[in-house]
């Protein structure tokens, strides 16, 4: 059987982007049963949420009264999500209210629940709704960061509701992992890089890989949402959307990356290494493009890049810095990926480093990773197939009990 997806959607202006994600959770093999408030419904239709899911939208306590929809619907989901969540629903469950099918299902529910919100900036910097989600965290309840940008009109500012594909790929987690998303990274600041870097010969063309930034998004996201502070450094990706609640500093060549992540590590209690940081970069970059021609191309000479995680552990910024490298590997002649991943992480000498075996599929450009976590003391535990959301929280599990 499929997972039992019951998603909640209140009244807010965020209503409409609730249908991409019901379409998200549809298209991934999920069964999803919508309950929208009666505000909610001002702004989508009924229809549209039956269409999408290819079932009846549940609307009130008094509609098909003997399946007692205001207790069965909570029994029978294996995970609640509500998106929007607006101030209005997160204080009605936070004190118990079960006035509408909603919230009477929230109450029933024993499921992971995660709560997206959406509102305007002054609504969720409110003292009564910071105690509301306090409360709420504090008895299990995920209520996400929310993301910053356009709100209604021509207001800016925190309380925009996280992408759809964010909010799809943190439930997710919690179907594969019901306790990932703890707050104990609360009060802690972490540095992550991401993505590729390219170091160009000339205005067209670079020196690149094939990084496409997912498994350090994915460390960022999570460790938002588990509490920190999150600086993510990010070199060039696939069209990946800002993490909500996250810094990003753009950094295209290993170089600028280098700087940046010193820059951002100076106060930081982690720094995560994800990105796939190119060894070498031209030693002279054509400024006009190199043209074809009856004649041999020139030659190509290369030079060293930084090493920026043997950097950060040969001159630490910070004392008691968790410093987490990666290593994507492949075997040959003289060993297989363990045996090569072992000895990166003697020749690096970090706190800890991920092994990923790539190639053939594998790693690069794909939503799923496994591996090896390869820690300093010796210790190593394997991280067996999952989302890149799975992996980054079992990465976060062993970064924290060495936090000092």
Known sequence: MPPEILLGVSGGIAAYKSAELLRRFTETGHAVRVIPTASAL????AATFEALSGRPVATGVFSDVHEVPHVALGQRADLVVVAPATADLMARLAHGRSDDLLTAALLTARCPVLLAPAMHTEMWEHPATRDNVALLRSRGTIVLEPASGRLTGSDTGRGRLPDPAEIADLARLLLERPDALPRDLAGRHV????????????????????????Q??????????????VTLVAGHTEDLGDPAAVDVVRAPT??????????????????????????????????DKIKRGDHEPPALRLTQNPDILAGLVRDPLRDGQVIVGFAAETGDATGDVLHHGRAKLARKG????????????????????AGWLLARD???????????ALLASRIWDAVTPRLT
């Open 350 to 369: 970090c706190d800890l480093l991920v092994v990923n075996a790539v190639g053939d599929g594998k790693a690069f450009g794909t939503p799923d990773n």
């Open 191 to 214: 540095v992550v890089s991401a993505g590729g870097t390219r170091e160009a010969l000339d205005p067209v063309r670079f020196l690149g890989n094939r990084s496409s930034g997912k």
């Open 254 to 287: 290993a170089v600028a990356m280098e700087a940046a992540v010193r820059s951002a590590a100076e106060d930081a209690d982690a720094v995560v290494m994800a990105a796939a940081v190119a060894d070498f970069r031209p030693v002279d970059t054509a400024t």
């Open 378 to 388: 010796g210790a190593e535990d394997e991280l067996p197939m999952g989302s890149k």
């Open 216 to 229: 350090g998004y994915a460390l960022a996201r999570v460790a938002a949402q588990r509490g920190a502070r």
């Open 42 to 45: 001002e702004f989508v239709g």
